[in-house]
């Protein structure tokens, strides 16, 4: 068990990439001019829903909480924000595609998007009432419970990846929390579906504190082009870190109490070592985190092996009291 002391989590944010296509493949139905869609089969209007408070808001727009008048269930609401310059609605066109597409229990559900005549868009999701990752902030966070939280990330990552989908922004903020234990991953609105153009995948879009050596620097020596076309070892590395922060409770790339910077942050991803578990950890701990954050992308473990990786395998075998609240 490791004690969380003075943690400290990062957002620290890039602009997004300008190199995003405007338009989508064709295999996804999307009218992507219109952004009207639905992702549910039991459409829910939006005069149905009782708004009840703000969950927070991004730079998207505003979450909020919102019960079903007729069903009294629980949802989030996303609403996007009006004046969204070029980049930011090819965003939210990106994120709008990957919700349609995706159906796992370990991923936000999107239930339905509202538009209204003036043109407010609204994303229906499940409601995940802890919050963040960033909310086990002061937190002791023992070994069992890192790893129930590991394998239900895992699960999203290796659905995603074997649908080619690489989300690119695997961060504590973009993970969401409930008391029924789960853990689902969000926030699609830099994930790119990998298609025939693999060079842009590793475009410079997400959060840097987060991002793979590759990413950061993929013209750095050593980087082979086998590193580079490897495109979901990004998202193991950013998992490998997020899940070692959440460990410890402070960015582990940097010293605990030193204040992040961008350059000291490229300069510990490209130049240092890779941050290891702690001494006092179990063997199996140290191990799976190794073996996420390898600086070579080739090297890194998948998704499905780190599925299989000792330290998730004795979760099935018993009881284990993993109540995080
Ligand atoms: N499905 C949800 N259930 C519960 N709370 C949520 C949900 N989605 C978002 N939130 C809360 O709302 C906040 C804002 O979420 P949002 O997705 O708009 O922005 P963000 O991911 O923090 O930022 P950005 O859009 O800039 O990346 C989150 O930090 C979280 O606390």
Redesign the pocket.
């Known amino acids: 068990m490791v004690l969380v002391r003075n943690p400290r989590f990062l957002n620290l944010k890039l602009q997004p990439s300008t190199t995003t296509p405007s338009t989508f493949p064709s295999c996804f139905p999307i009218a992507a001019a219109s952004m009207v869609t639905s992702c549910a089969s039991n459409s829910i209007s939006t005069t149905d829903l009782d708004r009840m408070n703000v969950?927070?808001?991004?730079?998207?727009?505003t979450?909020f909480k919102v019960k079903n008048k007729t069903t009294s269930e629980i949802y989030?609401l996303?609403k996007i924000k009006e004046d969204m310059d070029s980049t930011s609605r090819q965003q939210l066109l990106r994120e709008i595609e990957i919700l349609r597409l995706v159906n796992y229990s370990s991923i936000?559900k999107c239930h339905d998007i509202f538009q209204n005549p003036s043109g407010e868009v609204s994303i229906l999701?499940?409601?995940?009432d802890l919050?963040?990752l960033e909310s086990l902030r002061g937190k002791v966070v023992t070994e069992d419970q890192l790893a129930l939280m590991a394998r239900q990330i895992l699960q999203g990552l290796n659905y995603l990846h074997e649908l080619k989908i690489v989300h690119r922004d695997i961060k504590p903020?973009?993970l969401?929390r409930s008391s029924k234990e789960e853990v689902k991953i969000?926030?699609f609105?830099v994930s790119k579906i990998v298609a025939k153009s693999l060079n842009k995948c590793n475009s410079f879009v997400g959060t840097y504190a987060y991002m793979s050596p590759e990413r950061l620097d993929s013209e750095a020596e050593g980087v082979t082009e086998e590193d580079r076309s490897n495109v979901y070892a990004g998202d193991i590395w950013s998992f490998g870190l997020t899940m070692l922060e959440i460990l410890v409770g402070y960015f582990p790339l940097l010293p605990q109490g030193q204040k992040p910077d961008q350059a000291a942050i490229i300069c510990a991803v490209c130049f240092g070592e890779p941050p290891k578990a702690p001494e006092e950890c179990s063997d199996k701990l140290k191990s799976f985190i190794d073996c996420c954050l390898r600086k070579k992308a080739s090297e890194r473990w998948t998704a499905s092996q780190l599925l299989n990786h000792p330290f998730l395998q004795h979760l099935d075998n018993g009881y284990i009291d993993c109540c995080l609240q």
Do not use: C
């Open positions: 969950l927070g808001s991004g730079n998207g727009g979450v989030a996303k936000v999701m499940d409601y995940m919050g963040t903020a973009n969401l969000a926030d609105g």
